[in-house]
């Protein structure tokens, strides 16, 4: 069940994480290091898209030295939108923001996005790569980024006209807005952040661009030869789902099998114990 709102933490940050054991505790340092700085309470959901690798005890050795740390773990690998979706809707705070593992917006770049929220002038504030204010300290390979550009193109003639950057990892959203939007999402996909957007604006969501500070990451998992091909496919079932009014009902209910939500043995601090999170 969701807390009420006296007990909901201010924000809820939602980390994707796939064969994530090398760079996540940088990142999960990082984000504790800012948030114990913030007068907010928080609460930091580490969603296991079925890793290969250490990626949930890494996750779960934090859990242990900080209770504000959660860990959620699903298999087999559904893909990040689906991390994303099972993050967002096990989320409790007033506020939820997803990002990127590898922290290319950094952390401190939250409060750019929660100045709007917390004034009440969108509903949805995201992190954009394509405003002049922007700074982007590392930028990425020309070919990437012209790749990047032509996408935007597809992008805001087919669904999102006026959102410059749907592919930055790094949104956040009013706590009353994600369940309306996330239970109709259909794409988990490297695409999913353009249907997220899309369905926001169709249910009458404000959504917001930021100017923040980006650094490119040498180690993306996204692979243009290919994933582009499956993104610009995906922005066709999109727009498909959108004629169809496919987006005026929740999606079916097994495309959202409950994770496990991962806790550390209370009788073995080197144990783990797996309970059934079963938010409602």
């Not at 996750?59 to 994303?84: D, Q």
């Not at 290319?104 to 917390?118: F, G, N, Q």
């Amino acid at each position: 069940m969701v807390n009420s709102e006296a007990q909901a933490p201010y924000i809820s940050i939602i980390i994707p994480a796939y064969n994530e054991e090398r760079r996540l505790p940088n990142t999960l340092n990082d984000v504790l290091k800012f948030m114990r700085a913030q007068s907010w309470t928080s609460e930091v959901i580490v969603v296991d898209d079925g890793s290969e690798d250490g990626t949930s005890d890494v996750a779960l050795s934090f859990a242990r030295r900080n209770a504000s740390v959660r860990v959620l773990r699903y298999t087999p690998n559904r893909g990040k939108g689906y991390a994303v979706n099972r993050g967002m809707m096990a989320s409790r705070g007033r506020f939820a923001l997803f990002s990127d593992a590898d922290l290319s917006t950094p952390i401190e770049e939250l409060t750019k996005l929660l100045l709007p929220l917390e004034r009440g002038e969108c509903d949805i504030a995201i992190a954009s790569r394509a405003l002049p204010e922007s700074e982007l300290a590392i930028r990425q390979p020309f070919f990437r980024e012209t790749l990047g550009r032509t996408f935007n193109v597809f992008v805001q003639a087919l669904l999102l006209p006026g959102i410059h950057d749907t592919q930055c990892g790094f949104k956040c959203f009013r706590r009353e807005v994600i369940h309306e939007i996330f239970a109709r999402q259909r794409i988990f996909g490297f695409a999913f952040d353009v249907e997220i957007l899309f369905i926001a604006r169709s249910l009458g969501y404000r959504i917001r661009e930021m100017p923040v500070r980006w650094i490119n990451s040498p180690e993306t998992k996204v692979k243009l030869l290919k994933h582009g091909p499956q993104m610009l496919w995906q922005l066709m079932q999109i727009r498909w789902n959108a004629w169809w009014r496919v987006y005026s009902y929740e999606a079916d209910a097994i495309l959202h099998i409950t994770p496990m939500e991962l806790r550390p043995s209370s009788s073995n601090c080197d144990g783990l114990e797996a309970e059934c999170n079963r938010n409602s």
